[in-house]
């Protein structure tokens, strides 16, 4: 099984077990070392993975971190793990403490849940108080599966990870940053691009005025970008189906035929959720009265449906007893009036 996918298998079991992981040590057992494994190293051989290593700090003796992962036998990934309801504070772990004690270049923090990686890019042989690469196991992404698969044991180069771990760093700052930026977008963000489109001084009533024009325009980036792929991907999809049906004379008064609008839809509903679920699990069932969209191509788990014709546009949402409401729509981008309500939705389903 490729990396990408066992990873991806494991975060689907991570969400299974966590009811049932009711201490730090049960997080350790099913969540921690089941990751290191995955990563290629021997959990049970004390030369690869050494349990309570000893971190000895001034006249303080035995002081101890939950792992360290050996080379050589010196430690090169010093890890602290928390119970999977705890939050993650450097400044409260032993890692932060004795991570200049030992040889080690890296450091990770975890719940099981959330993973850090830290080195020490601002002060040699300290911990940087910030991570250079940080995920969530349960939405990790393409680009930070390729990165953690730096850490695996046949592909750990101590040199190769530490030249790109400030990039990474910076690279994930900025990230944050613009996405604060995109959400609620400062004056001086503003100001930028008011410059550039306003005519004359900009005052600070043209800023106001200007603010939410701004949001709005990332906004509708992102949500095109996003419809864009997902119209792609929908796209081989489908002609990967058709390639592969068996083609069966039916009654013209029987076929149904999904409209461009319909498809649009689909995709707008699926940006909608991309956050909240994988998208793979958002499936289109197209019939003669409406196209319905379901929750694991499962009619039980109905997510909404389209009543389109050529004269009017209409949704229909559920609540929590799945008791359906329909809504008439002007145009399409008002679906994402409804995001909230479609949110819901799926999360009863879980």
């Given amino acids: 099984?490729?990396?990408?996918?066992?990873?991806?298998?494991?975060?689907?079991?991570?969400?299974?077990?966590?009811?049932?992981?009711?201490?730090?040590e049960a997080t350790k057992t099913s969540l921690v070392m089941p990751f290191l494994k995955i990563l290629g190293?021997?959990?049970?051989?004390?030369?690869?993975?050494?349990?309570?290593?000893i971190a000895d700090i001034g006249i303080k003796k035995g002081e101890k971190v939950d792992y360290a992962i050996l080379r050589e036998d010196k430690p090169v990934i010093l890890i602290e793990c928390k119970h999977f309801?705890?939050?993650?504070?450097?400044?409260?772990?032993?890692?932060?403490?004795?991570?200049?004690?030992?040889?080690?270049?890296?450091?990770?923090?975890t719940n099981g849940v959330e993973y850090r990686f830290y080195t020490d890019l601002v002060t040699p042989n300290k911990m940087d108080e910030k991570?250079?690469?940080?995920?969530?196991?349960?939405?990790?992404?393409?680009?930070?599966?390729?990165?953690?698969?730096?850490?695996?044991?046949?592909?750990?180069?101590?040199?190769s990870i530490s030249s790109v771990a400030s990039e990474l760093k910076y690279f994930n700052e900025l990230?944050?940053?613009?996405?604060?930026?995109?959400?609620?977008?400062?004056?001086?963000?503003?100001?930028?691009?008011?410059?550039?489109?306003?005519?004359?001084?900009?005052?600070?009533?043209?800023?106001?005025?200007f603010t939410p024009l701004v949001k709005r325009v990332f906004t509708q980036i992102v949500n095109d970008q996003i419809a864009e792929r997902l119209k792609s991907a929908l796209k081989?999809?489908?002609?990967?189906e058709e390639k592969n049906a068996t083609i069966t004379p039916i009654e013209p008064d029987a076929v149904i035929v999904t409209t461009e609008e319909e498809?649009?839809?689909?995709?707008?509903?699926?940006?909608?959720?991309?956050?909240?679920?994988?998208?793979?699990?958002?499936?289109?069932?197209?019939?003669?009265?409406?196209?319905?969209?379901?929750?694991?191509?499962?009619?039980?788990?109905?997510?909404?449906?389209?009543?389109?014709?050529?004269?009017?546009?209409?949704?229909?949402?559920?609540?929590?007893?799945k008791k359906e409401a329909k809504y008439d729509l002007d145009s399409l981008d008002d679906i994402y009036k409804y995001s909230e309500q479609i949110v819901e939705t799926v999360i009863n389903y879980q």
Avoid at 1 to 24: C, G, H, N, S
Avoid at 140 to 154: A, G, M, P, W, Y
Avoid at 236 to 240: I, M, P, Q, W
Wanted: with cysteine; charged share 35%.
């Fill in 1 to 24: 099984m490729d990396f990408k996918d066992e990873i991806r298998q494991f975060a689907k079991r991570v969400d299974r077990l966590l009811p049932q992981i009711k201490t730090e």
């Fill in 41 to 53: 190293y021997d959990v049970f051989d004390p030369f690869e993975v050494q349990p309570e290593f």
């Fill in 85 to 109: 309801a705890d939050g993650l504070d450097p400044h409260n772990s032993q890692l932060f403490r004795y991570f200049h004690t030992t040889e080690a270049k890296f450091g990770l923090l």
């Fill in 131 to 159: 991570p250079f690469f940080e995920f969530k196991i349960m939405d990790i992404k393409d680009n930070e599966v390729s990165e953690l698969r730096k850490f695996h044991k046949t592909e750990f180069d101590l040199e």
């Fill in 175 to 209: 990230t944050i940053l613009a996405m604060a930026e995109m959400q609620n977008p400062s004056d001086d963000f503003v100001r930028f691009f008011a410059k550039q489109a306003y005519p004359s001084v900009v005052t600070a009533k043209v800023l106001e005025q």
């Fill in 236 to 240: 081989k999809e489908t002609e990967a």
């Fill in 263 to 321: 498809i649009d839809g689909y995709l707008i509903v699926k940006s909608i959720l991309r956050k909240e679920i994988e998208v793979g699990r958002i499936f289109m069932r197209d019939n003669q009265s409406y196209c319905g969209i379901l929750l694991d191509d499962n009619n039980r788990k109905p997510i909404c449906r389209f009543y389109f014709t050529p004269n009017r546009l209409r949704i229909g949402l559920f609540d929590k007893d």
